[in-house]
Nanobody, 127 residues
Framework: QVQLVESGGGLVQAGGSLRLSCAASGRTFSRYYMGWFRQAPGKEREFVAVISTSGGSTYYADSVKGRFTISRDNARNTEYLQMNSLKPEDTAVYYC????????????????????WGQGTQVTVSS
């Protein structure tokens, strides 16, 4: 079992920045790909970003590429999402998730491949 707890959400004006954190406990953090997903009101949950076990590979949704940066600190069992140049359309509940390192990398954009999820943190961007 892996327990994930997100923090860092809040209200920010358009153009501003936030950094989300996801603290993991339980099984070995470094065994897992770590991803971020988000769900806006009335919409399905969507992929945002993923990072490999070592942090050497990352992948982003086109909608956040160049604005968001995913990172991890395996010594601290923590994943981060630095969000810059925020837009009102980034408003959503953001979830971190963990997927076992044995799955193919290209599967990590699919939420059904993730084994563990956090409770979510609200990000609201005002115009």
């Amino acid at each position: 079992q892996v327990q994930l707890v997100e923090s860092g959400g809040g209200l920010v004006q358009a153009g501003g920045s936030l950094r989300l954190s996801c603290a993991a406990s339980g099984r070995t953090f470094s065994r897992y790909y770590m991803g971020w997903f988000r769900q806006a009101p009335g919409k399905e949950r969507e992929f945002v970003a993923v990072i490999s076990t070592s942090g050497g590979s990352t992948y982003y949704a086109d909608s956040v590429k160049g604005r968001f940066t995913i990172s991890r600190d395996n010594a601290r069992n923590t994943e981060y999402l630095q969000m810059n140049s925020l837009k009102p359309e980034d408003t959503a509940v953001y979830y971190c998730a963990a997927a076992d390192y044995t799955i193919p990398w290209m599967w990590t954009m699919q939420e059904t491949k993730y084994d563990y999820w956090g409770q979510g943190t609200q990000v609201t961007v005002s115009s």
